[in-house]
């Protein structure tokens, strides 16, 4: 399985940006598939994911609320819809994805490339 992460770039405090996800080699539609970011000279931190169906999400504090996960089986892609953005949103993000159902565990198998968000004040 490889993924791709796009749509990152630079926005102002309170703007909004949409990041894709898009996988190839594996039809990943029974995957578990999730974002995490990783801010300079911080660690990698969990901030969304989405289960195989889509019916259920689960978000790290920081977001809920602001962030929106979502996926699209028929195109293999996963979204993550970025609003009200924070300085403190500014990362790189990166997409994965595990052939697991377990929403909650933190381990994944698959990783893309990540993609820059800055938010400038």
């Known amino acids: 399985v490889q993924l791709q992460a796009s749509g990152g770039g630079l926005v102002q405090v309170g703007g909004s940006l949409r990041l894709s996800c898009a996988a190839s080699g594996r039809a990943v539609s029974t995957y578990t598939m999730a974002w995490f970011r990783q801010a300079p000279g911080r660690e990698r931190e969990f901030v969304a994911a989405i289960s195989w169906n889509g019916g259920n999400s689960i978000y790290t504090d920081s977001v809920k609320g602001r962030f929106t996960i979502s996926r699209d089986n028929a195109k293999d892609m996963m979204n993550l819809q970025m609003n009200s953005l924070k300085p403190e949103d500014t990362a790189v993000y990166y997409c994965?994805?595990?052939?697991?159902?377990?929403?909650?565990?933190?381990?994944?198998?698959?990783w893309g490339r990540g993609t820059l968000v800055t938010v400038s004040s």
């Open positions: 994965a994805a595990k052939d697991s159902m377990a929403l909650t565990t933190r381990m994944y198998t698959y």
